[in-house]
C-alpha cells in the first residue's frame, strides 16, 4: 500500500525545471491561464489535491471596502497573486496585502507570492528585519526551487524568532480550546491527554510535508459530519490505522484513511475510548486543522502545550514558555560556541571537520528536569544544524555530491537516542518526546534542503530516553551512563528554603546526606546529584536557578563541597530576568551556573548584565569565577556574631510594640507640641520610609518619664494606657504582653546607641551607587525596620558609604528579588576592611566627613533623593570619591578602581584574614549552628 511522502529537493528541483520549460513560451494572461499557472506550480511542490488551496477566494479590499478574489489561497501559509505578464508586481503585492486584512486569524498566510508568469516576487510576513521581497525569473525557478520550498513543507531554517514565537502561542491557544472543550464533556483526562498529542502531530504533519498537504484537513471535512456527531468515531479509526504498519491495515479501507502513513513512535499505540464531539469541537477542530502548524517552535510550544491544563495558565498563555534566547545562556557557553569555534578554526581543513563530527557523535545530553524537553530540543536542534553546516563544508571541500552524501539516520553524527530526560510528570513527558520528534523533522527537513537528502522522519521511532519519575531519587545510570561527553543541563524546579515540602526536603536529604544544610534551595538537589553521579569521570553539568543559590548562606552549603570535590565553574550569568516577552509576565531573577573538572585550555566564561532584562556582556575572568560568582579566590563567607575587621558591632533598632500608641503622626505630633509637658518627650522617628525618604514620623520617648508629667498631661496620659490596654490584650506567651507593666516604654533594647550612629535600611535597591545611610544623633530614635551601629568618631559611616562595601554587599549579601538585604552577621560582620594605621583611619572618617558635609549643602534632600542614581549632587560624588580614594588605598587599589578589582581584593583580604590568623579563632558561624539545630 502506498503511503504520503514529502517530496525530496531533488524530484522539486526536476518537477520545477520542467514547469519553466512548459510555461516558457505561454502568452501569460491572467484572466485564461492564472488558475492553471498556479496549480501547475503547486504541483511541483506535490500540492495536487483540490483542498489543499482555495481558489477565487471572495474577500473585501480593506482600502476600498470592494469585493474581490484571491487567485490561490492556502491557509495559513501562502497567498498567491497572479497578474499579465509585465503587470507591475509591487501593485500586486500591495493588492494582496489588502486582501490579508478580510481574512479570519487561521487563514492569514505567512508568504505573499506574487507573478507575472515571467518572474515571481516572494514577500515574508514575518520578517523582523524589514527584508526586501525577494525576486527572480520563472526560468530560474529549478536553481531558486528552495525559496518556495515551504508549499511542500519544508520548515523555516532560522529559529527563536518573534513570529515563531507568536504562531506557538496562537497554536497553543487552539490546542487549549481542544482541551477545554473535552475536558468540559467530562472525557477521561489522561486519555485526553494522549489524543491531544495525537491530534497535535496530525496537525503539525499536515503542514509540515511528513504526507499530502491538508490531508488531514480534508479527512475531517469530508469523511465527518457538520454537527460533529460521528467525529470520534472516525478519528479513533484513522488513530488506529496511524499506528499500524500498512502490512497489517484492512484491505477495504477508505481510500483517502489508507492515503496515511504509518506513524509507530509510540504516539498511537495505546487504545483509547472514543470520545464525543458536537458541532461546537468540530468547528474548534477544523479551525485548528487551518491554522499553519509548520511555523511552530518545538520548544516554545511544548512549554505552551503543558499549559494548557492548568486554567490560570491557559488564560495567559504566551507567559508559560521559556525563551530559547535563555534556553542559549546554557548550552551556548557549556559545549555550542566551542562546537563552533571548532567548526570555524578547522573550516579549510576537511581532517578537522571530520573529526569534529566524530567529537559530535560521541556527545551526549541529559535533562534531569526537563519538563516538556525545551532543553533537549534547542539543544537537538543546534547540534543538527551545525552537524548539516559541517556537511555542507566537507562537501565543498572534497567534491562530494549529494547523491554520495545520502544518509540515513545510522549515519548522522547527531542522533535523537543521544538526547534524555527525567520528568516528575508523565503529561510533559509526552508533549517532550512529541516535540522532539518535531524538531527531528525539522532537522531532516533542512538537511533535505540543503544536501538533497535525509533520513525518512517515518515512521516514527519510539522515544524510550524521556524517564517518567522524581530526578532526585531516580539512579541516573539507569537513564543514560555516566561519561566525559556528557553534558547535563536544565532547569529544575524554582522553590527556595523557606517554601520547600516535607517531601522536598527528604529528597533533598537523601541526595546532600550528612552535607545537607537547611538553607540549601531544592535546586541545589540537582546540583549534588549531577556531581555525584558524573564522579571523577569529567562530564559537565550546568543549570538555571534562582540567583538566591550565589548569595548569602547558601553559597557556602553548594560551592564548598562542589569545589571540594574537584569541580570549577565554567561559566556564569550574573542576575537577570527569567521571563517571556509578554508584558504581564512575572520575572524570576536568575543565574546559570556551568561546572566542569577542565581547567587547561578552557579559561571561564562569566557573562554580567546592566540591568535585569538587559542583554549580556563578557566579564574578563583572570583567576576563576567563585560561588558568588566573581572573579576572585574561592572565599566561602559564613555568617559571624562579631566584625571580623576593627569595626563596632551593627544590632536592630527599638521596636515600639506599643500597637500604635507610643508613635505619632502628623495630627499626633502637633497635639504632642502643643501640650507643653508631652512636648517635653517628643522625639523623631525613623523606620525604613522615614530613614529612606526623608518622610516625618515622631515618637513619646519616655524612658526619663516623671510620673507627676503623667498625672498632668492628659494626652501622655491617654498614649501610654492606649499601650497598656493594647500590650495586656496581646497573647500571654509574646514579648508585647510581658511588657504590659512598663507600657510608657519601648521594648528594652540596651544595644541601642548613646552616642552619634549610624542608621542603615534593611533593604536598599540594586539601583543604588553608593549604600544609603544616615549618621544621627542619639535623640533620633531608630525603628527595629533599621541597623543600628554607635559609631561616635564616623569610621563605620565612612565604611559602610563606600563602594568597597557597597560591592561587598551585592557579592555576598542576600536578596528580596534583586534589592540588597543588609545584614549584621553576613555582610557588615565580614566586610574585610584590613588593620588601618592612625593615617589611614583619619583618611578615612575625613572622607565620611565630606560626604556629610555635601548632603548638608542639600538638607531638604532625603536619602532617596541624594542617591537617585540619575540625579546625584556633583559635590556628594566628588566627596564619594575621596572616601573611595581612602579606603581603596587600604585595600592596595591604585588609581580608578572597579567593583571587579575591589571584590578581588576584598576576597583575597577576608581569605589572609580567615586563614593567616590575624583572629586566632574566627567566630562559630550561626549558620552551621541553626543547621544543626534543624537536623
Not at 471 to 481: I, K, N, Q, S, Y
Amino acid at each position: 500500500m502506498d503511503v504520503a511522502k514529502t517530496l525530496s529537493m531533488n524530484e522539486i528541483r526536476s518537477r520545477a525545471a520542467r514547469f519553466a520549460r512548459d510555461w516558457k513560451d505561454e502568452p501569460g494572461d491572467e484572466r485564461q491561464q492564472a488558475q492553471s499557472f498556479v496549480r501547475d506550480l503547486l504541483g511541483v511542490y506535490g500540492i495536487t489535491e483540490p483542498r489543499a488551496a482555495f481558489y477565487e477566494k471572495r474577500v473585501k479590499r480593506s482600502s476600498t471596502g470592494a469585493r474581490g478574489y484571491i487567485d490561490a489561497l492556502i491557509p495559513g501559509l501562502a497567498l498567491i497573486e497572479m497578474k499579465s505578464a509585465g503587470k507591475d508586481l509591487a501593485a500586486a503585492e500591495q493588492q494582496a496585502l489588502d486582501y490579508i486584512d478580510d481574512l479570519p486569524d487561521p487563514e492569514v498566510p505567512r508568504w505573499v507570492i506574487t507573478s507575472d508568469f515571467r518572474r515571481f516576487r516572494l514577500l515574508d510576513l514575518h520578517s523582523e528585519t524589514g527584508t526586501a521581497p525577494t525576486e527572480f525569473e520563472t526560468s530560474e525557478l529549478r536553481e531558486q526551487a528552495d525559496k518556495l520550498a515551504f508549499l511542500a513543507g519544508y520548515g523555516e531554517r532560522t529559529f527563536g524568532s518573534k513570529a515563531q514565537e507568536a504562531a506557538s502561542i496562537k497554536a497553543a491557544k487552539l490546542m487549549a480550546s481542544l482541551y477545554e472543550a473535552l475536558e468540559g464533556s467530562g472525557y477521561d483526562d489522561h486519555e485526553a491527554s494522549v489524543f491531544l498529542v495525537r491530534t497535535l502531530f496530525a496537525l503539525y504533519a499536515d503542514d509540515a510535508g511528513l504526507w499530502d498537504r491538508d490531508l488531514f484537513l480534508e479527512f475531517l471535512e469530508t469523511r465527518t459530519a457538520e454537527d460533529g456527531s460521528d467525529l470520534g468515531p472516525e478519528l479513533s479509526l484513522l488513530y488506529q490505522v496511524m499506528g499500524r504498519e500498512p502490512g497489517r491495515r484492512q484491505s477495504n479501507l477508505d481510500e483517502l484513511i489508507a492515503r496515511f502513513p504509518y506513524v509507530n513512535g509510540g504516539v498511537f499505540e495505546e487504545p483509547l475510548s472514543i470520545p464525543s464531539f458536537d458541532a461546537g469541537m468540530r468547528k474548534r477542530l477544523t479551525d485548528a486543522a487551518m491554522f499553519n502548524w509548520s511555523a511552530i517552535s518545538p520548544a516554545i510550544f511544548g512549554s505552551l502545550f503543558q499549559a494548557v491544563k492548568d486554567k490560570t495558565a491557559r488564560r495567559e498563555l504566551g507567559e508559560h514558555y521559556t525563551t530559547e534566547t535563555n534556553i542559549m545562556k546554557v548550552i551556548g557557553p557549556m559545549f555550542l560556541d566551542e562546537l563552533r569555534q571548532r567548526f570555524t578554526d578547522g573550516y579549510h581543513d576537511t581532517a578537522k571537520l571530520k573529526k569534529l563530527r566524530a567529537d559530535m557523535g560521541r556527545m551526549r545530553f541529559l535533562d534531569p528536569a526537563c519538563g516538556c524537553g525545551n532543553f533537549l530540543v534547542v539543544g537537538y536542534r543546534q547540534m543538527r544544524a551545525l552537524d548539516l553546516e559541517v556537511l555542507l563544508r566537507i562537501q565543498e571541500l572534497s567534491g562530494e555530491t549529494a547523491r554520495t552524501m545520502f544518509f540515513t539516520e545510522e549515519h548522522l553524527a547527531v542522533k535523537l537516542s543521544s538526547f534524555h530526560g527525567i520528568e516528575l510528570e508523565e503529561w510533559p513527558a509526552q508533549i517532550a518526546a512529541t516535540a522532539l520528534h518535531l524538531v527531528e523533522h525539522q532537522a531532516n527537513q533542512a538537511m533535505e534542503l540543503a544536501l538533497g537528502a535525509a533520513p525518512d522522519s517515518l515512521p516514527l521511532d519510539k522515544i524510550k530516553s524521556i524517564v517518567v519519575g522524581n530526578a532526585l531519587r531516580v539512579d541516573w545510570a539507569e537513564v543514560v551512563e555516566p561519561s566525559a561527553d556528557l553534558y547535563v543541563m536544565g532547569n529544575p524546579p524554582f522553590i527556595g528554603h523557606k517554601t520547600k515540602a516535607t517531601a522536598q526536603r527528604d529528597d533533598l536529604r537523601v541526595v546532600w546526606g550528612a552535607q545537607f544544610d537547611g538553607y540549601l534551595d531544592y535546586v541545589t538537589g540537582w546540583f549534588k546529584k549531577a556531581a555525584d553521579f558524573l564522579g571523577d569521570r569529567g562530564g559537565h553539568f550546568a543549570f538555571v536557578s534562582t540567583n538566591s543559590i550565589v548569595q548569602g548562606q547558601p553559597v557556602p552549603a553548594l560551592f564548598r563541597p562542589l569545589i571540594s570535590a574537584g569541580w570549577r565553574v565554567a561559566f556564569a550569568h550574573r542576575t537577570f530576568a527569567w521571563t517571556s516577552e509578554a508584558p504581564s509576565a512575572a520575572a524570576v531573577h536568575c543565574v546559570v551556573t556551568g561546572f566542569d573538572r577542565i581547567t587547561k585550555g578552557r579559561p571561564a566564561v562569566l557573562f554580567d548584565y546592566d540591568e535585569p532584562r538587559g542583554e549580556p556582556h563578557r566579564v574578563p575572568v583572570t583567576e576563576q569565577i567563585n560561588g558568588y560568582l566573581h572573579d576572585a579566590p574561592n572565599v566561602y563567607v559564613d555568617t559571624r556574631e562579631k566584625p571580623l575587621a576593627d569595626l563596632p558591632v551593627a544590632s536592630f533598632g527599638t521596636m515600639p510594640a506599643d500597637g500604635g500608641n507610643l508613635l505619632l503622626d502628623e495630627d499626633a505630633h502637633a497635639i504632642a507640641i502643643a501640650d507643653p509637658i508631652a512636648a517635653k518627650y517628643v522625639r523623631p522617628f525613623l523606620g525604613a520610609k522615614e530613614l529612606v525618604q526623608g518622610k516625618s514620623r515622631w515618637c513619646l520617648w519616655l524612658e526619663d518619664l516623671d510620673p507627676s508629667d503623667l498625672r498632668h498631661s492628659a494626652f501622655l496620659r491617654e498614649r501610654v494606657e492606649g499601650c497598656r490596654e493594647w500590650r495586656s490584650a496581646q497573647t500571654p506567651t509574646g514579648d508585647a504582653y510581658k511588657l504590659r507593666l512598663t507600657p510608657h516604654l519601648f521594648r528594652p533594647n540596651s544595644k541601642r546607641p548613646t552616642s552619634n550612629y549610624v542608621c542603615v535600611p534593611r533593604h536598599v535597591s540594586e539601583a543604588r551607587t553608593f549604600f544609603p545611610v544616615a549618621y544621627l544623633e542619639p535623640e533620633s530614635i531608630s525603628g527595629d525596620a533599621n541597623f543600628t551601629i554607635a559609631d561616635p568618631e564616623g569610621l563605620a559611616f565612612a565604611a559602610l558609604s563606600s563602594s568597597a562595601f557597597l560591592a561587598w554587599q551585592k557579592a555576598v549579601g542576600g536578596r528580596i528579588k534583586s534589592d540588597l538585604r543588609y545584614s549584621s552577621t553576613l555582610t557588615w560582620n565580614t566586610f574585610p576592611l584590613p588593620t588601618l594605621s592612625d593615617e589611614q583611619r583619619a583618611a578615612i572618617i575625613a572622607g565620611g566627613q565630606a560626604v556629610l558635609d555635601a548632603r548638608a549643602l542639600h538638607p531638604e534632600r532625603s536619602l532617596a533623593d541624594h542617591y537617585n542614581p540619575l540625579a546625584m549632587a556633583p559635590d556628594l560624588l566628588r566627596a564619594h570619591r575621596q572616601l573611595d580614594a581612602a579606603i581603596d588605598k587600604t585595600l592596595g587599589l591604585r588609581g580608578t578602581a572597579t567593583e571587579d578589582s575591589r571584590l578581588r581584593a576584598l576576597f583575597t583580604n577576608y581569605q589572609q584574614l580567615i586563614t593567616a590568623g590575624e583572629l586566632a579563632m574566627p567566630a562559630k558561624p550561626i549558620r552551621q549552628r541553626r543547621a544543626r539545630a534543624a537536623s
